[in-house]
């Protein structure tokens, strides 16, 4: 079965700094990935995501993530956080029968 | 395009009580996914609807817990009765499928459910 881990908790970058976020996900075929931010008291916004093509994706608010199939990952990487990028930040993969499954999260905590 | 729309925003009820939960999907889209947020278990998904017809419903914790979409336009979750354990985050998303599956979900506000 699909399953998807984000093996970080919780990550604390300085503002400015740059960032990159984990996942990695089990899946036996061709993957359908996506990355999604919840800001707090929100629902889940699309980031970005990647089914076929160059493997690097870029996405809205200044996000890439880089699929790589050997790794079986799609980290998520920002060269410069703001601190309006505080925020959970979900990975998720697409499955056959249309269901995306998600990982449990990564908490993004920016010091000014 | 407004978006997902749920309502209500957040609902505060006593344990055994009837709770409803509404949700209008993007329109034109052919799927609609219930989820559960909570800090222990993350995101589940309870259900989802192709078509208004329910796909998968394995999601869902137990018989309390039900969903019907009428329409293309209006689903609802209810919990009858609802506990204590129930509190949680509810998400209504909806997506539209291509052939290449490659849309993602838009995701509705959520519902904040607490139940006494």
């Known amino acids: 079965a699909q399953s998807v881990t984000q093996p970080d908790i919780h990550i604390t970058v300085s503002e400015g700094a740059s960032l990159e976020l984990r996942c990695n996900y089990s899946?036996?075929?061709?993957?359908?990935l996506f990355w999604y931010v919840q800001s707090p008291g929100q629902g889940l916004q699309l980031l970005l995501k990647?089914?076929?093509?160059?493997?690097l994706v870029q996405g809205i608010k200044g996000f890439e993530a880089e699929f790589k199939r050997s790794q079986s990952s799609f980290n998520l990487r920002k060269p410069s956080v703001h601190w309006s990028d505080a925020a959970e930040y979900f990975c998720?993969?697409?499955?056959?029968?249309?269901?995306?499954?998600f990982g449990k999260g990564t908490r993004l905590h920016i010091l000014p | 395009d407004a978006g997902v729309i749920q309502s209500p925003r957040h609902e505060v009820t006593e344990m055994g009580q009837e709770v409803t939960l509404r949700c209008k999907p993007i329109?034109?889209?052919?799927?609609l996914f219930w989820y559960r947020q909570t800090m222990m278990r993350g995101l589940e998904l309870l259900i989802y609807?192709?078509?208004?017809?329910?796909?998968?419903d394995s999601g869902m914790p137990e018989d309390r817990f039900s969903a019907k979409m009428p329409n293309a336009s209006f689903s609802t979750l209810k919990i009858q009765p609802s506990e204590p354990r129930d509190s949680a985050v509810y998400f209504c998303?909806?997506?539209?499928?291509?052939?290449?599956?490659?849309?993602?979900?838009?995701f509705g506000s959520g519902t904040r459910l607490t139940v006494v």
């Open positions: 998303a909806s997506s539209l499928r291509d052939l290449s599956h490659s849309y993602g979900y838009t």
């Open positions: 899946y036996g075929a061709t993957p359908y």
């Open positions: 990647y089914f076929s093509g160059d493997t």
């Open positions: 998720a993969v697409g499955a056959r029968d249309d269901k995306i499954i």
């Open positions: 329109s034109g889209h052919d799927y």
């Open positions: 609807f192709n078509n208004n017809v329910p796909i998968d």
